[in-house]
Nanobody, 120 residues
Framework: VQLQAFGGGSVQAGGSLRLSCAASGSFFVINNMGWYRQGPGKQRDLVALITQGGRTNYYVDSVKGRFTISRDNAKDTVYLQMNSLKPEDTAVYYC??????????????WGQGTEVTVSS
């Protein structure tokens, strides 16, 4: 299983970006999907999470009202719409998926990271 993330870039404060991350390979089902970020000199932290059915989402307080996580199960893809971006959102963003294999085992998989830079 591989995750491929797209959509990072450089924007000015107040701008928007949309990240996407698609899973490929053989597996049974994708459970939770999420986005994490790691700023310069910081640890990797959870930004947003969406459950399998998409009914329950989690957002870290600092992005509530600005970021929206969504998923397309038919495309095995998770999205992160980021609006009203701030310089403090600057980080490398990583997608994460908890995937159950055809044998029944469940593992966490990570995308390669996509860089988001917000200038003031």
């Amino acid at each position: 299983v591989q995750l491929q993330a797209f959509g990072g870039g450089s924007v000015q404060a107040g701008g928007s970006l949309r990240l996407s991350c698609a899973a490929s390979g053989s597996f049974f089902v994708i459970n939770n999907m999420g986005w994490y970020r790691q700023g310069p000199g910081k640890q990797r932290d959870l930004v947003a999470l969406i459950t399998q059915g998409g009914r329950t989402n989690y957002y870290v307080d600092s992005v509530k009202g600005r970021f929206t996580i969504s998923r397309d199960n038919a495309k095995d893809t998770v999205y992160l719409q980021m609006n009203s971006l701030k310089p403090e959102d600057t980080a490398v963003y990583y997608c994460n998926m908890h995937i159950t294999s055809e044998s029944g085992s469940a593992l966490d998989y990570w995308g390669q990271g996509t860089e988001v830079t917000v200038s003031s």
